[in-house]
């Protein structure tokens, strides 16, 4: 299975200002996801993100909060922007290959102060 | 709309016992059924996974159960130790399309007593 370095892997931010988390894959993968996890829940879906189209949104996610690149084949980033507490949660990367193997990178733990 | 119900939320097991966590499902589009352990801190690690194809699949010490008459699956692990005592996630998704996302349930969280 793929390999995921995710970075920061913690931050503590203030309100309104915005997060990049990267995530790098030790090989090439046709579709990245992000995931959110708020304390003490289960996963829930942001997006999907293919190289070199436009990212697919969940219900209840849009571009302008959560903007995503996915400028290769093993990197992608995702932004958390204009940040209030209520963002405060871990965000996971995740990546599939070889059909049906998922792989999680570490997360980052966001606090938004 | 929840596509991937699981429980208990929480369970508390003796060592040595036998830890049993239940997820049933609606989509029957489904033809992939992962469960993730996690610890924390840590992100989710892919425990052992199932396709309808069969009914059974264990791997060392955890038994994945299918029926999918029933749209049910669930997670077995025998003689459960201390270092078992993580979250458990299972979940779901239509792994030949070309989504591939994955549908969690809630989460079940494992305490294995010495």
């Known amino acids: 299975s793929a390999v995921i370095s995710q970075k920061p892997s913690r931050d503590i931010c203030q309100r309104g200002t915005s997060l990049t988390i990267q995530c790098q894959v030790d090989?090439?993968?046709?579709?990245m996801f992000w995931y959110r996890q708020q304390p003490g829940q289960s996963l829930t879906l942001i997006a999907t993100a293919n190289q070199g189209s436009e990212a697919t949104y969940e219900s209840g996610f849009v571009i302008d909060k959560f903007p995503i690149s996915r400028p290769n084949l093993t990197f992608s980033t995702l932004t958390v922007s204009n940040m209030s507490p209520e963002d405060s949660s871990i965000y996971l990367c995740?990546?599939?290959?070889?059909?049906?193997?998922?792989?999680f990178g570490s997360g980052t733990r966001l606090t938004v102060v | 709309q929840q596509q991937v119900k699981q429980s208990p939320q929480s369970l508390i097991v003796q060592k040595g016992g036998i830890s049993i966590i239940n997820c049933a499902y609606e989509n029957t589009a489904f033809d992939y059924f992962p469960w993730y352990q996690q610890f924390p801190g840590k992100g989710p690690a892919l425990l052992i996974a199932i396709r309808p194809d069969v009914s059974e699949k264990k791997e060392g010490r955890f038994t994945i159960s299918f029926n999918k008459s029933a749209k049910q699956f669930s997670l077995h692990i025998m003689d459960s130790q201390p270092g078992d005592s993580a979250t458990y996630f299972c979940a779901a998704s239509k792994g030949s399309s070309n989504t591939g996302k994955l549908i969690f349930g809630q989460g079940t969280t494992l305490q294995v007593k010495p």
């Open positions: 090989s090439q993968v046709t579709m």
């Open positions: 995740s990546t599939q290959r070889g059909g049906y193997g998922y792989t």
